[in-house]
């Protein structure tokens, strides 16, 4: 029975092997390639079987399961190892390798790494873009790393900007695109900007900093920063795409009138370059030299078909045809150095601007300048000399004379002696350096020639020449001095006198900090675009919502905590200032307190129950009113209840407005009032109860009578101070009868009798 069992079970396994190995489908078949086909035709095969079958192209049901076995078979044949394996065993090698890659994260280029969603939803399809295995392909020419970015293309991106292309497998977008992008390559490889390509997938820290969300995406890196390529995908928009990326104002357009200003600009330290070519836009061919330049050269176009050039062809002797570049130093009549041809290539651009990058006599106006200029030699034997000339701003004849000496000094040419000069008033921790080993304030003063030996970075050796350059005389003693020094130096091994370390120089083309700040801001904001514009707009829609719910339950919690602060104060009994004494001490004289925004919180805001009195006084008539007042009320100063206090109009009849504005519910807008009218006005102010009292003088009451009391009127509001003496009683009433009424007033104050007006608050003093 046992026997009869292990037969039944060996028969199964066997059966079951037999149909693996002979049920597995011919790769070759899979692809309709033939056995003897080359790497070329199976690439080709695979794309157009992969185009054919992709699902997201083909309806058909089983088109999934066949793009699979494409392909698997793919992956086999499209590598040489994989195919001699293939053709030697007959077994499915990508099977094999996929098991593998699922054992380990490092197999599968989508294990647990974040773009797993992205890119497709079948992980574990393979799609090898850029054909896998052949040398030829411009994808695996250009491939990339994390690394790569971080050391050469990020670095130099403030000189040569970088296009960055991602890609994946299982990318039926990356497939149409690559005819495109192999041209455009092409293109930038003979231009002399950078390329590089990366799996996605496969260099994830990459696809990180880049914040590569989806596949394929085209991404410049340019000074420092990332810009996407936005729109469909042709070589005309490319192309417009690389040339948007360098600054507007790299490359100026000129005229016959504006090349004389521009030549004659040179004093920004910066040599002059004037491209020529048929054409109004501005190929690329020239923004990258001039960018990779911009620091040493400043560039101009010439668009030789245009009407307003005739001048400038004919000055130079140019066809209009032909592309051309013109070199200038100082001098703006005759270029250093012409090139003009049909067709002109980047690498004798470069050369040409290489070999006159800078003008006869160039500044040392910043530390790159500075090491340009005098190149680091630790051989003593081979050593380069730099002739500094120190110089003031306003010293232009000292560089002119200089000049004139270099034309026809024999070290023009040499290569091991550059001639230069500085700014005293810009590098002066320069100076003070060089100037250490001088003894007298006079020699340093009289020198202004010396000579550098730049050993290292920042380590020197130099001397200062014995003759100074300042007059005219001076440059031929100058020159029999110079010229025998370096000669000596140059033909021995010989050291100068002196050593020391030099301070770095400060950069004279710096932008002003406040620009700084602006482009450092520009930036972040550039950034945050691109970061925002770089997810789905779900993400977005998502982020926003949170930030919006995060802002206005922020605001609701805040203003809920006022309501609740505001009940609290309300429930807390207030806290009432004593009222100041009404008299002074031998109960003689009554204490009369002037209202001012420190005085106003005691007497009236805060102040315990009682009324405090106000006479309204300016300050012509307010000695004689306070006088008048203070007799008054002195009887009254027994009650402990009320205080005593004057306003001046002048500083606050503000204050007076808006209170009688309140008091009539702001129906009338009190703009005009009148201060002359307003003058021994009396208010019984109680400010706990929000309530006032209010006395007018004679001649107020009597308009009062006469119109219904009519509360605006009777102050005044309606008088110009062209009227204001006339009134229906035509009698002059002096300061002192002003109070006349005010004890019947009071009278009528204490019995109840006197009209009460309410107020919603009082007024701030310190506002008005």
């Not at 992205?118 to 393979?126: A, R, V």
Request: proline residues 4%; hydrophobic residues 35%; contains cysteine.
């Amino acid at each position: 029975m046992k026997t009869i069992r292990c037969k039944f079970i060996c028969l199964f396994i066997l059966s079951f092997v037999c149909i693996e190995i002979f049920g597995e489908e011919n790769l070759y078949d899979v692809l309709g390639v033939r056995k003897t086909a080359t790497q070329k035709e199976i690439k080709q095969a695979y794309k157009n079987q992969a185009m054919e079958w992709h699902p997201d192209k083909n309806k058909d049901p089983m088109a999934a399961d066949k793009f699979t076995k494409i392909n698997e078979a793919y992956e086999t044949l499209g590598d040489p190892e994989r195919r001699s394996q293939y053709d030697k065993f007959g077994y499915t090698s990508a099977k094999d390798h996929r098991q593998q890659s699922r054992g380990s994260p490092f197999g599968d280029p989508f294990h647990g790494d974040p773009f797993e969603g992205f890119f497709h939803n079948f992980h574990n399809f393979k799609f090898n873009f850029g054909g896998s295995g052949f040398t030829d392909s411009f994808i695996e020419k250009n491939e990339i790393n994390m690394r790569v970015y971080e050391t050469k293309i990020l670095p130099e991106s403030h000189q040569k900007p970088s296009i960055l292309y991602a890609y994946a497998e299982f990318c039926y977008e990356c497939v149409n695109l690559e005819p495109v992008l192999e041209r455009l390559f092409k293109e930038l490889e003979s231009v002399g900007i950078g390329m590089g390509t990366f799996h996605a997938g496969r260099v994830q820290r990459l696809a990180v900093e880049l914040k590569i969300s989806r596949v394929p995406r085209i991404v410049a890196v340019i000074n420092g920063r990332t810009s996407d390529f936005r729109g469909h995908v042709t070589l005309h928009n490319l192309r417009q795409f690389v040339r948007n990326l360098f600054p507007k104002t790299l490359i100026q357009p000129l005229n016959d009138e504006k090349l004389d200003k521009f030549l004659d600009g040179w004093e920004d330290n910066h040599m002059r370059g004037v491209f020529f070519s048929p054409k109004e836009e501005i190929s690329a061919m020239y923004l990258a030299p001039a960018f990779y330049y911009k620091s040493f050269v400043t560039f101009g176009h010439v668009n030789t078909n245009a009407d307003d050039v005739y001048k400038t062809l004919k000055r130079f002797n140019l066809h209009s045809g032909h592309k051309s570049l013109l070199m200038f130093n100082e001098d703006a009549q005759s270029p250093v150095a012409s090139l003009s041809m049909q067709q002109i290539s980047r690498s004798t651009i470069d050369e040409v601007i290489e070999a006159n990058k800078f003008l006869l006599l160039p500044r040392i106006s910043s530390q790159s300048y500075f090491e340009e200029l005098c190149p680091a030699e630790v051989k003593a034997k081979r050593k380069k000399l730099c002739i500094v000339l120190i110089s003031k701003k306003a010293e232009e004849s000292e560089r002119k004379k200089f000049r004139r000496y270099l034309r026809k000094s024999m070290f023009l040419n040499n290569e091991r002696v550059r001639f230069t000069y500085i700014y005293e008033e810009t590098q002066s921790n320069v100076i003070q350096t060089l100037n250490k080993n001088e003894d007298t304030e006079n020699e340093k003063t009289m020198k202004n020639v010396v000579i550098i030996w730049r050993v290292e970075r920042n380590h020197l050796s130099y001397e200062w020449l014995k003759n100074a350059l300042t007059k005219e005389e001076d440059i031929y003693n100058l020159r029999e001095e110079l010229e025998g020094r370096v000669q000596q130096l140059l033909n021995s091994d010989q050291s100068l006198a002196f050593k020391t370390i030099l301070p770095d120089f400060h950069n004279e083309h710096s932008l002003h900090l406040f620009i700084r700040i602006l482009h450092r801001f520009h930036n972040w904001g550039e950034r945050v675009l691109i970061f925002v514009t770089s997810m789905d707009p779900i993400t977005v829609l998502t982020v926003f919502m949170a930030f919006a719910m995060m802002f206005g339950i922020g605001y609701f919690m805040s203003a809920m905590a006022a309501i609740e602060e505001e009940q609290l104060r309300e429930k807390q009994p207030r806290q009432y200032k004593p009222r100041p004494p009404s008299r002074t001490p031998d109960q003689k004289r009554v204490n009369l307190y002037e209202l001012t925004p420190d005085s106003y919180d005691t007497l009236v805001l805060n102040s315990d129950a009682g009324l405090t009195m106000v006479v309204l006084i300016n300050d012509e008539s307010g000695s004689k009113l306070l006088s008048k007042f203070k007799d008054i009320v002195l009887p009254l100063t027994r009650y402990s209840g009320l205080s005593f206090s004057f306003l001046r109009l002048e500083s606050y009849i503000g204050w007076y407005q808006h209170l009688l504005e309140d008091s009539v519910g702001h129906k009338v807008r009190m703009e005009n009032i009148n201060i002359n009218n307003c003058i021994g006005t009396v208010l019984a102010l109680n400010g706990i109860r929000k309530y006032y009292y209010i006395y007018q003088p004679k001649k107020a009451r009597k308009w009062i009578r006469q119109n219904n009391k009519n509360v605006p009127s009777a102050i005044g509001m309606f008088d110009s101070d062209e009227n204001s003496d006339s009134d229906q009683d035509s009698r002059v009433i002096l300061v002192e009868e002003l109070l006349d009424g005010l004890l019947d007033w009071f009278d009528k104050v204490f019995d109840g009798s006197q009209r009460k007006i309410r107020i919603t608050a009082w007024p701030d003093l310190r506002a008005v």
